[in-house]
């Protein structure tokens, strides 16, 4: 699968090239667009329990569309809901990926993309504890709210990162959760800052330029009723 990214940096369109006969995973809903003699297959990926997994546990839709290319090959563009970037990610099979909740798209064949516990650190970050894991070769495309910061860390380097401003991150990385002001929840309450991720290379992380979590916020308090 080859990727072109369009409309970037603040509408972006992927379009994934396939092989004849290649096969990409999307997200249900996130195709916009696709070359004709593509063909369809809706399903729960995995079965129904790892669907009620995905749907319950990581935030992601219960069915996955398999888009299978025709003989002569074909395309598909992918998109996200919130305006920002995407950003295709190469996954290898000694560097999985930890994916945040609503963050990915759609994935070539090689990859394999399932519901994973990202730890206490995560459900006490305010990010749902669930995500998703990302194993494998070949590539996933990721939507971020705003811009995409990459973050290559160097060994012994650390990161502080708000909790949702995270989106994914290499797995063969040490990470630690904690109060944005340590040992002090009134003052991280004042700061605005409740929770922050402190990340320790190497290894890479990326990170949005927007918070959805303070989107959602924001909309709910400004909605009458």
Not at 123 to 141: K, M, N, P, Q, T
Request: contains cysteine; glycine residues 14%.
């Amino acid at each position: 699968m080859q990727i072109h990214l369009r409309h970037n940096p603040s509408s972006t369109v992927a379009r994934c090239y396939l092989a004849p006969g290649e096969p990409l995973r999307v997200e249900s809903g996130a195709m916009l667009a696709h070359s004709a003699g593509v063909v369809l297959e809706a399903k729960a990926q995995g079965g129904v329990l790892q669907g009620l997994k995905r749907s319950m546990l990581s935030g992601e839709s219960f069915f996955v569309t398999t888009y299978t290319a025709p003989p002569q090959g074909g395309w598909v563009d992918v998109t996200g809901v919130l305006p920002g970037d995407l950003i295709p990610l190469t996954i290898t099979s000694d560097r999985p990926f930890f994916l945040n909740r609503g963050t990915w798209l759609a994935n070539s064949y090689g990859v394999t993309v399932e519901s994973k516990w990202g730890g206490m650190s995560n459900l006490f970050g305010g990010e749902g504890g669930f995500g998703l894991r990302a194993s494998g070769d070949g590539e996933v495309v990721l939507a971020v709210y705003g811009a995409i910061d990459v973050i290559d860390l160097q060994p012994g380097e650390t990161i502080t990162i708000d909790t949702g401003h995270v989106v994914a991150y290499d797995l063969g990385m040490t990470f630690n959760m904690r109060r944005a002001v340590q040992g002090r929840t009134i003052q991280s309450m004042k700061s605005g800052e409740g929770f922050v991720f402190d990340f320790t290379g190497p290894g890479r992380v990326l990170a949005q330029t927007r918070n959805p979590s303070a989107f959602a916020a924001w909309l709910s308090a400004i909605t009458p009723g």
